[in-house]
């Protein structure tokens, strides 16, 4: 661990549960080798939420599928480590990560209904890796079926254990996904845009139900989202991605109160005022594709505070407060003075 990380430890935690140090991923596409994950860095503790949060494509859901075994056979792990209680699940073959994760770290998806089989009852997935793990017997399968979409907060959870995926709304299909992956009680629960494809209430209610969940359990939550208006009130801790890296990483109050990176101000920006409507088209062109990343600091191109220094050089992980990193060659001028650039609300 760098001496970068160490300094982000939060304060009230246990000490991590999970730990991913620099941590880089490539594919093989048939333009070349892409770096969708340059060096990331992150701790989850219990219970505590760690949100990742960064525009589409900055290799959140890259970067999680790595420490759950899923990369797709084309991606490569070419550095970094992701311990969980002491073992860097990196070093580990799909079986074995099977075994040693199943019941520790789980994983909800954005897209509840594709991860939904259409043809088996919602009972039958909430307790197929009970049954294929703990030998579970039909009726206790059932019970624990009913237990599990109780806790979800499903209604009337006895009936609607028989039903298909396609009887439920968007909402209770993301708590049926959040039941099946609390089943096996995991100290770490990874929800990648868990939320995203649902409407602005139910989001919240969805989002609500996990952050309670979490702090019954005292699991380790890891929330992933591009929308940095989501996790005030839910998350502890916040790291923000650009182009495969953290770029920002920090308590959520001070985060909110004063961002050390051009690129989380700039998405503070982005959030609605809570009597606006709609979002304000704050950060100009798009995150760069991994196949083309620029010279110096990635964010430069569209970046507002960017100098001369920022389209030559790399920006080295600064510690602009106690508890706090920033990959900007400005990040300790930006704090003092942030409180006219911060979030007002
Ligand atoms: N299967 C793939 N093949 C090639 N490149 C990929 C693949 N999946 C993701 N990438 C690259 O990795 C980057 C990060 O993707 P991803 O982690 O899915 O982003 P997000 O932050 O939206 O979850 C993308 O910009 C893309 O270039
Ligand atoms: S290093 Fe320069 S371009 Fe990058 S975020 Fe800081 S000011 Fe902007
Ligand atoms: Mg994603």
């Known amino acids: 661990m760098s001496s970068a990380q160490a300094a982000v430890a939060s304060p009230g935690g246990t000490g991590p549960l999970l730990e991913v140090t620099d941590l880089a991923v490539e594919f093989r596409t048939p333009a070349g080798t892409v770096r969708a994950v340059d060096g990331l860095s992150y701790r989850v503790e219990a219970g505590r939420t760690l949100a990742i949060v960064g525009e589409s494509g900055s290799g959140k859901s890259v970067s999680s599928l790595a420490v759950m075994g899923l990369l797709p056979d084309t991606a490569r792990i070419t550095r970094g480590t992701a311990r969980l209680a002491g073992t860097d699940l990196l070093t580990l073959s799909r079986k074995e990560h099977r ?84 089943a096996m009680d995991p100290d770490v629960l990874i929800a990648d845009e868990p939320t995203t494809a649902l409407d602005v209430t139910v989001q919240a209610q969805v989002l609500r139900l996990l952050a309670e969940i979490q702090a019954e359990r005292r699991m380790g939550l890891v929330l992933i989202t591009h929308d940095l208006g989501v996790v005030a009130g839910v998350a502890d801790d916040v790291t923000v991605m650009y182009a495969g890296r953290a770029v920002e990483q920090a308590p959520v109050e001070p985060l909110y109160r004063a961002p050390a990176h051009p690129y989380t101000r700039a998405l503070l920006r982005s959030i609605p005022s809570a009597s606006g409507t709609g979002r304000l088209p704050v950060i100009p062109g798009r995150p760069p594709s991994p196949a083309a990343m620029p010279a110096g600091c990635p964010f430069h191109p ?44």
Not at 140 to 155: F, I, M
């Open 302 to 345: 569209r970046c507002d505070a960017a100098q001369d220094v920022c389209r030559t050089d790399a920006p080295p992980l600064a510690h602009p407060a106690e508890g706090r990193t920033s990959a900007c060659h400005f990040a300790a001028d930006i704090l003092t003075g942030a409180d006219t650039g911060g979030h007002d609300e």
């Open 99 to 182: 075994a040693y994760c199943g019941d520790r770290v789980a994983m909800v998806f954005q897209d509840a209904l594709a991860a939904l089989n259409p043809v088996h009852t919602v009972g039958y997935q909430l307790t197929e890796a009970l049954r294929a793990r703990q030998g579970l017997s039909r009726a206790d399968a059932r019970t624990r079926a009913v237990e599990l979409l109780d806790l979800v907060k499903v209604p009337n959870a006895k009936a609607r254990v028989k039903e298909y995926p396609h009887q439920f709304s968007g909402g209770m299909r993301q708590r049926v996904m959040i039941a099946s992956a609390l």
